[in-house]
């Protein structure tokens, strides 16, 4: 039963200007990741920053708002002149913020959208570990 793939969203490192998060020194995820069971594999899923909730920058000078936990309304204007259909449920980020739990601490999880499904890969076993 436990032969499941391990699999993972792999993203870009994101891109700011200012000085990187000292907490995830600018990968906007933790070295942690998450094991996430579906019916079809074992998603590693990354778990965000709780500092920098996702972009990896320290003062948030040009950083990608998209990474960000928490979306601002505001960062996307919802009028014609959006080329980009991505996906509706995601936005295009390809992944959704979800809480998830350890015995003691809450986690913001970078949960891949089902619209990724053809960009996971296999989770590299060295991110695994702490
Ligand atoms: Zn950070
Ligand atoms: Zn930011
Ligand atoms: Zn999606």
Same mark, same amino acid.
Not at 17 to 33: A, E, I, N, Q, Y
Not at 69 to 88: L, R, S, V
């Given at each position: 039963m436990n032969n499941l793939p391990r699999l993972a969203l792999e993203l870009p490192a994101p891109t700011f200007?200012?000085?990187? /998060?000292?907490? /995830?020194k600018g990968k906007g995820v933790t070295d942690l990741r998450y094991e996430w069971t579906t019916e079809r594999a074992v998603l590693m899923v990354d778990v965000l920053c709780d500092d920098c909730t996702g972009c990896g920058s320290a003062d948030h000078q040009g950083c990608d708002t998209a990474r960000h936990a928490e979306q601002d309304q505001d960062d996307y204007p919802d009028d014609d002149t959006n080329e980009e259909p991505g996906c509706p449920s995601c936005d295009g980020r390809g992944w959704h913020p979800l809480q998830g739990f350890t015995e003691d601490t809450m986690l913001t999880l970078r949960m891949p959208c089902g619209c990724t499904e053809e960009q996971l890969v296999p989770a590299r076993e060295a991110r695994t570990s702490r």
């Amino acid at each position: 039963m436990n032969n499941l793939p391990r699999l993972a969203l792999e993203l870009p490192a994101p891109t700011f200007t200012g000085p990187p /998060c000292p907490s /995830c020194k600018g990968k906007g995820v933790t070295d942690l990741r998450y094991e996430w069971t579906t019916e079809r594999a074992v998603l590693m899923v990354d778990v965000l920053c709780d500092d920098c909730t996702g972009c990896g920058s320290a003062d948030h000078q040009g950083c990608d708002t998209a990474r960000h936990a928490e979306q601002d309304q505001d960062d996307y204007p919802d009028d014609d002149t959006n080329e980009e259909p991505g996906c509706p449920s995601c936005d295009g980020r390809g992944w959704h913020p979800l809480q998830g739990f350890t015995e003691d601490t809450m986690l913001t999880l970078r949960m891949p959208c089902g619209c990724t499904e053809e960009q996971l890969v296999p989770a590299r076993e060295a991110r695994t570990s702490r």
